[in-house]
């Protein structure tokens, strides 16, 4: 199983992006999909869990701007995020538990810089 994380960029404080995780396999069988992000200097944090049944999970410092959600018909899992802060900057990876197996991402690089 493959995930590939992508949709990081260089955006302005108050901008949006939305990134996408593309598995390599039906992502129905997924129990657990996650966001996580690692700033420099930090550790790697949990930014947003979706279940199997859909329901979410998001810290109090992101709810009401960042959304995750999942598209089975693309085998894909998206995190939009909005009014980005300078905080916000990081590496971001998704993660998910197929099968009862759990796999990472590789990191999509996201600046938040006037």
């Known amino acids: 199983v493959q995930l590939q994380a992508s949709g990081g960029g260089l955006v302005q404080p108050g901008g949006s992006l939305r990134l996408s995780c593309a598995a390599s396999?039906?992502?129905?069988?997924?129990?657990?999909g996650n966001w996580h992000r690692q700033a420099p200097g930090k550790q790697r944090e949990l930014v947003a869990h979706?279940?199997?049944?859909?329901?979410?999970v998001c810290p109090d410092s992101m709810k009401g701007r960042f959304t995750i959600s999942r598209d089975n018909g693309k085998n894909t899992m998206y995190l939009q995020m909005n009014n980005l802060k300078p905080d916000d900057t990081a590496v971001y990876y998704c993660?998910?538990?197929?099968?009862?197996?759990?796999?990472w991402g590789l990191g999509t690089q996201v600046t938040v810089s006037s």
């Open positions: 979706m279940s199997r049944n859909g329901s979410v």
């Open positions: 396999v039906s992502i129905p069988s997924m129990n657990v």
């Open positions: 993660s998910m538990v197929i099968s009862d197996k759990f796999y």
